[in-house]
């Protein structure tokens, strides 16, 4: 299945970009470097430099603004044309390196990979500002190399059922299982909500409450939008008294393609409560990363040697009533994967 | 070349298979789960959960009997149908996994993979009946993974040129090598047959014997069935006494395929003579796992290293003259696959 | 892209090739046997036994002329005629595995893998007599496996602009990079030189000289003969005076495809100066090992990562005018092989 193009991806956490170095990332299979410019601004570009295909991350930033390449001194501007050819005294070659547009806000630097003229930065994750908020949202947040397609991450994430099983010790909520997920789709964001009232926090919220026993309004509401951004609002409050008197906890996980059976996966939790417990910070950062690593990725990654080389469709996939949210989502990306193609 | 799929071939040793607990095994490029029932019987199902691919062995047992899937919860029962979805109150979907023919007998759990209505269990190796009589047969027996395509493990135990020279040191006996093949074909088996009158005997046989230089009459007769099955009856008597009056030994050999490239290699070693003598048995069991691991194994994965790529019949084996059996074996194979495909 | 197969290429160093061993090396994707008869003439057979492919190094040398296969015994002499089977009385069988004609001098075995009636002996190698002539030229010399295609490699040693930037703190010459490259072609022998007069010499130079300031005529002297054989004349002499009046280093750079995406590469630099300081041997030899370790193997092997599967071509390399022999050498050689191919 070839990846969609026309559409931002994450490629970096903010901070994993420093100033005066070079990143090199593989997205959608493609080798990109990124860099900052002297005023902070990311750039990305092919990291194959176009004169004889060396890595140019294995080259410098001059000046802050240009990279040098360290095969042959070819230097290449934040626009992605060679500016200068060292080894001859006429004009710079004609040559450069495909650029790509980045947005970079919230703590995350989105890239396009697509057709350029298509891409608006207005559409680059703009709902994930909470993640920039500190004092409205305490934030932990982490990345993952998986060793499977992000179709499978994908559908995890849309995947209310799986909580109480694969996370039963931790994560898990009967209540919320068993609850009906109301499913609506509004401008092609797919919306999964579920609400299940006067029922046993999960051991998650019981431990934040302090009291696991006493029954809560639970609710997890999920959000999907093409072709790899999701969140998902989960809370809890007394029963039949308004969200906002509750806790909420804010988690967005965001895939990228590396390649057909690998990709890079961010995540953070934003929590509107205890702000300044940065104890609470560390400790549902740390958990949260073991979870994912220990049962999720685990899953994932042995789903994809299940697979055996076969692709998700021709493996027949059974959707059953709890898979709703994740049958619209892998529909829907299908159909604009399709489109895209033609 | 396509492996043959109705015939049985052997999963696993019965002593691999413990109570309780889930095993995982490719066989024929297919990843399968076995447990025990309750009742102790054997149970192979594909390891795929057919609702999204989780690997189930990963899951757990449930009152002895049902496989939980680690991802969902989804239960399956012996006969692989869907009997509990956990996430719904509803009748549990109407899904199901493959389940496979096995027969347990004789120390071994054969499976069918081919189409069921064909899988005859009274086909399932019951030659092998001397691996589970205690009274009349001392054994041992091994495992071994191989990194080769099957067909070079089958043309070498069906081989007996090669023994003088591979294992010169050890199984070899020039006499045999020299003898004349006699092969036979009956109902599809192919028996292949050496007799060696007055000779030296092997370096084992006449360390069994106590005397390396006193001339015996040595055999080695070896039988095949389709597709991965061999044993082979190697003996000695005194010279020109029967055969009854000698000592032989029953090697089993049974191959099946895990992947093109790859091999699971069960054998053992059934002897009818000195039976209370487990110092022997200990010492013929992990001589033979030596043999077959530093002269056999390393042979035959050096073989599918110079292969290539190429498949067996591109690269024109040659065969001689005494390679009569490995040659009427591989050709009887290739036609009963070329049949099956149609 | 397929290797160009009537050439000559270099299948070892004599050093590498005891007396009475058997080597085993890929070439051009095929397994190759080499070992020495008892006069010391080298042989060069299929390493793959014709009878049942088992690998022929596994064997063993007969009295120091045949090679007898491990698995069943069959000797192959070096012609690569079976000339025993030790397992049947009768003659041996008519097979045999493939020889290829061989040169040996200069420190170098070549090896013809192509239509044998084509391969001229007078036309392996002969212009690199001065590797065996001690009482001329000081020799040391080595060997690394690249993990890239050999035209990479190729491309490196053509390519005079790299020098002042991939190597910057070693071998690099401003003046020699800057140098305009007089190409010439002379009977399908590329030659590309370059001389910069009245210069700083390049750091090696300089200290060889004892004096990094003072001003040389420096000159590099490339020579490239289909398909992997490239020399280069490297030197420096007081402004205005004869050559030979100053010090030369001659650098051989031979390459052999051993896959598509890998490369034998043998290198000797030969110097006329200083003959008897071995302590000069010692450090050129390991200082040249360790600047193609560190900067043109990381290098290397960092471009064929770019490709990422694609081939040179089909990635559009972009040359510059100071590719001209890059340039020239690809193109001939594609040429030819296009030829080759028919």
Chains 1, 2, 3 share one sequence.
């Not at 004889?52 to 040098?68: D, K, M, W």
């Not at 999920?222 to 809890?236: D, F, H, N, T, Y």
């Amino acid at each position: 299945m070839p990846f969609l193009q026309n559409a931002w991806y994450v490629a970096a956490w903010t901070d994993e970009l420093g100033t005066g170095s070079l990143m090199h990332r593989k997205l959608l299979n493609q080798d990109i470097l990124f860099y900052r410019r002297a005023d902070g601004s990311p750039v990305a570009m092919t990291a194959r430099c176009p004169h004889r295909f060396a890595p140019l991350h294995y080259g410098s930033l001059v000046e802050g603004e240009r990279v040098r390449c360290r095969y042959h001194g070819l230097e290449f501007g934040p626009d992605g044309r060679c500016v200068k050819n060292p080894n001859s005294d006429g004009p710079p070659p004609q040559i450069g390196t495909r650029t790509f547009p980045l947005v970079e806000h919230h703590q995350l630097i989105w890239i396009w990979m697509g057709n350029p003229d298509l891409a608006n930065p207005a559409e680059a994750g703009q709902e994930y500002d909470y993640l920039g908020q500190p004092d409205r949202y305490a934030v932990c947040k982490g990345y993952l190399h998986l060793a499977c397609n992000f179709g499978l991450a994908l559908d995890n994430l849309m995947d209310a059922a799986h909580v109480n099983f694969l996370h039963d010790s931790t994560l898990g909520s009967e209540a919320l299982t068993l609850a009906k997920t109301v499913l609506r789709e509004e401008d092609g964001v797919i919306f999964a909500e579920r609400f299940a009232p006067d029922g046993a926090p999960s051991a998650l919220f019981g431990q934040l409450r302090g009291n696991c026993e006493e029954h809560v309004d639970h609710w997890a509401d999920g959000r999907w939008q093409a072709p790899c951004r999701i969140s998902l609002k989960v809370g809890v409050t007394a029963v039949g008294a308004p969200r906002s008197e509750g806790m909420e906890i804010r988690a967005t996980h965001l895939l990228t393609p590396e390649t057909e059976t690998t990709t890079h996966y961010f995540w953070a939790l934003a929590r509107d409560f205890q702000l300044d417990n940065s104890m609470l910070t560390e400790q549902l950062g740390a958990t949260t990363q073991a979870i994912f690593t220990n049962e999720d990725q685990w899953m994932l990654e042995g789903q994809q040697q299940m697979l055996n080389g076969e692709s998700f469709w021709d493996a027949k996939p059974k959707f059953l009533a709890g898979d709703v949210a994740t049958a619209a989502v892998r529909r829907r990306l299908d159909r604009l994967i399709r489109a895209e193609q033609g």
